[in-house]
């Protein structure tokens, strides 16, 4: 099966009231899920080979890159920041595929301007709590 194309994804963020998409984004990274492992060995464990348990899980940060056009959606994510408010948030990926829906906040923001390039923005999301995907959205 061919994979999906991800043009068009959009992230929004919750700014005010509203799930807003944040403008200009040439590159959204995905949910990174992860989990702590917990070391069970004992002395009885078979074989010399440790043994685990699964820890406490971590829904990762979202990096999030883009063309600075100072529009409000990028003002937002500055103002989230400077809040540090936890807000909805959503990957909303092409198609109605599957959308990541999660709490977060705004960690970090960053503007670049190269001098023979475009004005580019970052930003970094972490996200609280357990995200959720929904698919077929």
Do not use: C
């Amino acid at each position: 099966m061919a994979g999906k194309f991800a043009h068009g994804t959009v992230f929004s963020a919750t700014i005010g009231s509203t799930l807003t998409a944040i403008a200009e984004l040439t590159s959204i990274s995905g949910v990174e899920l992860s989990a702590d492992d917990i070391d069970a060995t004992t002395h009885d464990s078979d074989d010399g080979y440790k043994e685990f348990n699964q820890g406490l899980k971590d829904g990762g940060a979202i990096n999030l890159e883009g063309l600075f056009i100072a529009d409000t959606s990028q003002e937002g994510l500055k103002d989230l920041f400077d809040n540090g408010t936890v807000v909805a948030m959503t990957i909303a990926f092409p198609e109605d595929l599957a959308e990541w829906q999660f709490n977060g906040y705004v960690n970090a923001i960053s503007t670049a301007a190269p001098i023979d390039g475009n004005i580019d923005f970052s930003a970094s999301v972490k996200v609280t709590g357990k995200p959720l995907l929904v698919v077929g959205s």
